[in-house]
């Protein structure tokens, strides 16, 4: 267990997923940066001074038990959890295989899952703690040919919702941050459904949804004022509960969401991602 002068001093210690690549890396290194003790994570590791990285998959969660049992024996707390650690796959939800759904569903919905089950009982005997889950405006609106990972992240809402009101109790705080489209290896990364490119039902509406999709997140906001909110999130005594991250467009479709008819909304999202 550290001393209570080293805690005095720091800011606190923050572990966050997905830390090789886009937002994960630029938060990390932001809120080293700004004193706090950071580990990431990520299944590549790729050597960083300002933060302390471990191999961890989220989807393995005897790895994620290996990470927090180190980060323990170093720090002898965790003071905020960001689950972060993500992927999306492009295509039709009708031709979308097992093994697709399944990789899509357990990276980002179990995996954050997996690191929460892990986190809460050291937040629980702490009686504090903050999470903090990477959701998306994919996670309030369904989003053509990005159908599962839609899901993905609906079910980080529920998730969290219920979560939040089980722990208020203890002291730790869930939050929900929801970005918009941002520059980072998001796009690159991309899984894209063969069934669906192959397919001439789906092909042509797919190929120019998704030419919407990548010039909108290529163009998208830089990730350094997702880590600049994301610092404030861990100032704040009393966080919101939602977040969101996004240009004005994207804010605007949220609200569009809530006050227009559900059908009315399914056609324009189809009239926007030209489906
Ligand atoms: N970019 C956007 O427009 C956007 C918008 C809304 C929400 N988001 C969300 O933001 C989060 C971060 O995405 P990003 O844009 O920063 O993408 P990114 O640049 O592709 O980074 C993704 C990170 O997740 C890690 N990762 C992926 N699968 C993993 C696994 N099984 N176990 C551990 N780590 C894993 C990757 O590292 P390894 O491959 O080395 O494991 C990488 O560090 C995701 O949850 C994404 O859904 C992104």
């Given amino acids: 267990m550290q001393s209570k002068t080293k805690y005095n001093m720091i800011k606190g ?12 890396q630029t938060t990390a290194n932001y809120l080293a940066n700004k004193g706090y003790i950071v580990y990431g ?13 471990i191999k961890m998959d989220v989807c393995q969660p005897e790895s994620i038990t290996a990470g927090i049992k180190h980060i323990l024996e170093k720090e002898g707390r965790i003071d905020v959890l960001i689950n972060n650690a993500g992927m999306g796959i492009g295509g039709s939800i009708e031709l979308a295989t097992s093994e697709e759904i399944s990789l899509q569903m357990n990276t980002n919905f179990m995996g954050m899952a997996n690191m929460c089950k892990e986190v809460l009982p050291i937040f629980r005997k702490q009686r504090s703690g903050k999470i903090i889950n990477i959701s998306s405006i994919g996670g309030i609106m369904g989003l053509p040919y990005q159908g599962f990972y839609s899901a993905s992240k609906f079910a980080i809402e529920g998730y969290s919702e219920a979560l939040a009101a089980e722990v208020k109790g203890f002291g730790i705080k869930v939050v929900l941050v929801e970005p918009g489209d941002f520059s980072t290896n998001f796009t690159a990364n991309r899984k894209k459904s063969i069934l669906t490119l192959e397919n001439e039902d789906y092909t042509i509406s797919y190929q120019k949804s998704l030419k919407i999709i990548e010039n909108e997140e290529n163009n998208g906001l830089k990730p350094i004022s997702l880590a600049k909110r994301i610092d404030k999130i861990i100032k704040s005594k009393n966080p919101r509960f939602r977040y969101i991250v996004a240009n004005f467009e994207q804010k605007l479709s949220v609200l569009l969401k809530q006050i227009v008819p559900g059908n009315m909304f399914i056609d324009i999202l189809r009239s926007y991602y030209k489906v």
Avoid: P, Y
């Fill in 13 to 24: 210690v923050v572990l966050i997923t997905g830390a090789s690549s886009g937002f994960g």
């Fill in 41 to 53: 994570t990520s299944r590549k590791v790729v050597a960083d001074s300002n933060i302390n990285m």
